[in-house]
């Protein structure tokens, strides 16, 4: 029997039999439909990637002010698009270390301050154009400007300069600084034909996908790109789709009824429910992602350091992480740092929930009335629920949260980042540095926070040159407690990304990056015969 089945399987692997016909013969053989179907996963892998089909994905995170300009990304669908039809320097690899992409070999000084990235031959834009390291130059330079408003200005703001000599691009920063390669797997640094200073929007980079429908806030869809350089290692599918559905029980029902194959930002409280679902796999990793409660230093009331204190102890963490994420996550401690980066030191005190000290800092702050919050399902998965359950817990502290639920569409460029209290998400950084430096330092153009501190930024730009690794970790143990005791974050709980396929997609890999494979599931999957 298990001799047949085995040759069945193949079959079905290589398009010669019906995935309906060899589950019909296993049925007959007494086989269960799970033993059937874990055969078929290990044939399909055995088989290798199957080329072929259209890849869709029913995805939250998408709006009608999207762009294809890659420095504007803001949420999951411009975020998971870009990395379709985008090509980098750099990309992390589910263990964390780096893979080269157009940068073939990279190189250092002995003090780390100047850094080459030669450009690897070959690789073709989607426009037919050749990459060079003057399109490379001048990605980074756009990035660097001001004017470009990039989410990846924090992290360029320590280069000094930058040049091509022959196929390299050199970058001398001010500062030492041994994480920078990391830095340049930013998914904003898509490498683009002169940088994007032409057309920043035009969607034309270099990876497997080339873009072929863009409807911001509806869909998004790519066509395999025949050139791309690396066509045996993604691009399998020959078209690939993102329908933007931000309501939960749409995306689900979508799913379950096979209008797509993938989902992102499965609630927590339907996980169960989910995989109770024939043909349906939850795929949950857990890693450097983080759901906040973001308060702006700056503004009134916020700018009161009790009112500020008050509130991260009217937080009930556990509360959270049980009835918030059910078990799918752990619990947070007012900075963006868990035991996923290297230099993580595990001795700050973890703030309990203290009703009582919460009262008495909130009436040291002088600050008559209630205190507005703002979120939306789109925050992050049960947003809305974390919201009123923060209500319910600031309450007993004799604080009044009044909760105010905003449209989805328009949240990330009308209420993120620019109203001073407001629920969010973090996706986490590679390294403790990227992720200050993207939200935490003064001149962060993302610093959510509006958490200004010059001894802050000094000691983070110190941390970077510091080679000694047990001085590097004691600087940011430091770094935490000021952002933990002093800035505008409350931060309740890590989360696990949690996505969900069918049985359609194999090749999936748990990245803890970012949900989606760090948003490479559509471009490194494939579908089953």
């Known amino acids: 029997m298990s001799q047949e089945l085995e040759y069945l399987s193949h079959r079905v692997a290589v398009g010669k039999l019906s995935r309906r016909d060899f589950l019909g013969r296993a049925a007959a053989l007494g086989v269960t439909a799970s033993f059937a179907n874990t055969l078929l996963g290990s044939a399909a892998r055995a088989a290798g990637p199957q080329k072929g089909g259209i890849i869709k994905a029913g995805m939250q995170g998408g709006e009608a002010t999207n762009s294809l300009d890659p420095a504007s990304f803001l949420s999951q669908v411009p975020f998971t698009f870009g ?23 990279i190189g250092a000084s002995d003090d780390a301050k100047v850094w080459t990235f030669k450009i690897r031959d070959g690789v073709e834009f989607h426009n037919g154009k050749t990459v060079t390291a003057d399109d490379v130059l001048a990605t980074l330079e756009r990035h660097s400007n001001e004017d470009s408003k990039s989410g990846a200005l924090g992290i360029m703001k320590g280069i000094e300069s930058m040049k091509v000599d022959g196929k390299n691009v050199v970058v001398t920063l001010k500062e030492a600084n041994a994480d920078l390669p990391y830095l340049m797997a930013d998914y904003h640094l898509i490498i683009q034909p002169n940088g994007g200073k032409d057309a920043p929007d035009a969607g034309i980079s ?4 080339k873009v072929t429908v863009n409807e911001p806030g509806v869909r998004h869809g790519g066509e395999r790109f025949a050139n791309y350089w690396q066509g045996d290692k993604m691009g399998f599918a020959d078209q690939i789709e993102i329908i ?20 992102n930002r499965v609630e927590p409280k339907i996980v169960d ?40 102890y009217a937080m009930n963490r556990e509360d959270m992480v049980e009835k918030i994420l059910r078990g799918y996550g752990s619990v947070g401690n007012d900075f963006p740092i868990n035991g996923a980066y290297p230099l993580f030191s595990d001795d700050v005190e973890q703030r309990p929930y203290d009703p009582d000290k919460a ?3 909130f009436k040291k702050s002088g ?79 993302w610093n959510d926070t509006r958490f200004f501190r010059e001894d802050f930024d000094k000691l983070i730009i110190a941390a970077r040159a510091e080679l000694d690794e047990a001085k590097r970790k004691a600087m940011y143990r430091d770094a935490a407690l000021m ?34 494979m760090d948003g490479y599931a559509l471009a490194k999957c494939w579908l089953t015969a």
């Open 83 to 105: 990395k379709s039809w985008g090509e980098y320097l750099v990309a992390l690899t589910p263990a964390g270390g780096l893979e080269n992409r157009i940068a073939e070999e």
């Open 206 to 209: 270099a990876g497997p996908y």
């Open 244 to 263: 933007v559905i931000n309501d939960a029980t749409a995306r689900t029902a979508a799913l379950q009824g096979g209008q797509v194959q993938l989902i």
């Open 273 to 312: 429910l989910v995989k109770r679902v024939p043909g349906v796999t939850i795929r949950n990793v857990s890693g450097r992602g983080h759901y906040v409660f973001i308060m702006h230093c700056n503004t009134a009331p916020f700018d009161n350091a009790d009112l500020r204190m008050a509130l991260k």
């Open 359 to 361: 009262a008495f800092h």
């Open 367 to 445: 600050h008559d009335g209630s205190v507005l919050l703002r979120t939306s399902d789109v925050a992050f998965p049960g947003a809305v629920d974390a919201a009123q359950l923060y209500q319910q817990s600031c309450a007993k502290a004799g604080i009044t949260i009044d909760v105010k639920r905003e449209p989805g569409d328009g949240y990330w460029s009308e209420v993120w980042n620019k109203q001073p209290f407001s629920t969010s998400y973090w996706g986490g950084r590679p390294t403790q540095d990227q992720m200050y430096s993207t939200a935490y330092i003064s001149t962060a153009d």
């Open 483 to 516: 952002v933990r005791d002093d800035g505008g974050l409350i931060l309740p709980m890590f989360n696990d990304f949690i996505d969900a396929s069918t049985d359609k997609i194999d090749g999936w890999e748990p990245h803890p990056a970012a949900e989606l």
